[in-house]
C-alpha cells in the first residue's frame, strides 16, 4: 500500500508555545534522509511542565502510523512498567533520539543522529526537566559515550549538570526474560531516584558529552515555523 507521508497535521492548531513551535518544526523537518520514508515524524508527547523527560531511541512502525511515541508493544509495556510506580505517560514527557523511522527500524546512522540532535537540544533547553530517564543503549550514549548500558542502568547520575537515570529499553525487555527483570527493577528505583534528584542529587561529573546542557544559541533558541 502506497503510504501517505504527512508534513502537515489538518488537526494542529497554531503554535502558542515554544514546544509546540518545537514540534512544528519537526513535523515539516528534512535534515536528514528519514524524512523521504515517514508517515508521521513523532516530536514527542507530554505536558511541558514535566519533571521527568523519557528518551528513546526512535519511532517503530506504529509509532510512524500514529505520530506518537511507544504506541506499539513497547508502549504497552512502557504502560505497565510506569503503573508499577503509579505513574503515566500524561505525566511525563517522551520522546527519542531521532524523530523519524529509520527503514526496518535499523539503528539511526551517527549522521541520523547529529541531525536530529538540534531537536533534543531544544527539547531540553525549553522542558528543563528535573530528570532524563534514558531508554537503551542510543539515549544512554547520547549522554554518557562508551559506557554499557548492563553497567550503567539503575543509577542516578549528574552528567555536565544534568540529572541522568539510565534504564532498560521497554522493546529489549520484550526480546529478553533478563532485561524484562532489569526493566521491572530499574523503573521499581525510579519513586526513590526522583526523590534523590529532588533533595540530594550526586555531584556533577565531567564525561566528554556530545550534547551538554549548556545555554542554546541563537538558532536554538528561537524556534520560527518553517
Ligand atoms: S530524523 Fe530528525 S533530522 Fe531527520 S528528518 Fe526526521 S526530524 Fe529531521
Known amino acids: 500500500m502506497l503510504k501517505r507521508r504527512v508534513d502537515y497535521e489538518p488537526e494542529a492548531k497554531v503554535p502558542e508555545t515554544r514546544l509546540e513551535l518545537i514540534h512544528n518544526l519537526i513535523h515539516h523537518c528534512d535534515r536528514c534522509p528519514l524524512h523521504r520514508e515517514r508517515i508521521h515524524a513523532v516530536p514527542g508527547t507530554g505536558p511541558e511542565s514535566a519533571e521527568i523527560f523519557m528518551l528513546g531511541e526512535g519511532p517503530g512502525k506504529n509509532e510512524d502510523e500514529e505520530g506518537k511515541p511507544f504506541v506499539g508493544r513497547a508502549g504497552k509495556l512502557l504502560d505497565e512498567l510506569l503503573a508499577s510506580v503509579e505513574m503515566t505517560k500524561q505525566d511525563i514527557y517522551i520522546t527519542n533520539i531521532i524523530k523519524c523511522r529509520a527503514p526496518g527500524n535499523r539503528d539511526p546512522l551517527p549522521e541520523e543522529q547529529e541531525a536530529c540532535s538540534r531537536f ?44 541522568v537515570y539510565p534504564v532498560i529499553h521497554p522493546a529489549a525487555a520484550l526480546r529478553r526474560g533478563d532485561f524484562h527483570e532489569w526493566a521491572k527493577e530499574d523503573f521499581l528505583r525510579l519513586p526513590a531516584i526522583l526523590e534523590q534528584a529532588r533533595s540530594e542529587p550526586p555531584a556533577e561529573e565531567n564525561p566528554k558529552v556530545r550534547t551538554p546542557r549548556k545555554p542554546p544559541n541563537d538558532e536554538d533558541r528561537q524556534p520560527t515555523l518553517i
Open 120 to 163: 533534543l537540544r531544544m527539547q531540553l533547553t525549553t522542558l528543563e526537566p528535573l530528570l532524563v530517564v534514558t531508554m537503551g543503549q542510543f539515549a544512554l550514549s547520547h549522554f554518557l559515550p562508551g559506557e554499557p548500558i548492563g553497567k550503567a542502568r539503575g543509577r542516578l547520575r549528574n552528567v555536565g549538570g544534568q540529572l
